[in-house]
């Protein structure tokens, strides 16, 4: 549980993957368009940047994500 930072909650089914500003990425952009993501409590989060997942045995397609400022964790 220490080591959150290094973790990866990876979801096949998902239309886009949304991490903390402390996730390993490379390539971080800010965003020109950005998405609004509702959370469980029906609060909404804006995405800032986008980035490319530092996981370099996947694909490139599948580790594109967007930087999600306000999340706890992940």
């Known amino acids: 549980m220490n080591a959150i930072k290094d973790w990866a909650v990876l979801d096949s089914g998902a239309t886009s993957h949304f ?3 402390s996730a390993p990425a490379f390539d ?7 998405i609004i993501a509702r ?6 989060v804006t995405s800032m ?10 694909l490139v397609a599948p ?6 400022p306000n999340l706890a964790s992940h």
């Open 63 to 68: 580790r594109q994500a967007h930087i999600t």
């Open 49 to 58: 940047h986008t980035c490319t997942l530092d996981i370099p045995t996947l």
């Open 39 to 44: 959370l469980p409590n029906g609060k909404q």
């Open 19 to 21: 991490l903390t500003t």
């Open 28 to 34: 971080v952009l800010p965003t020109t368009k950005p």
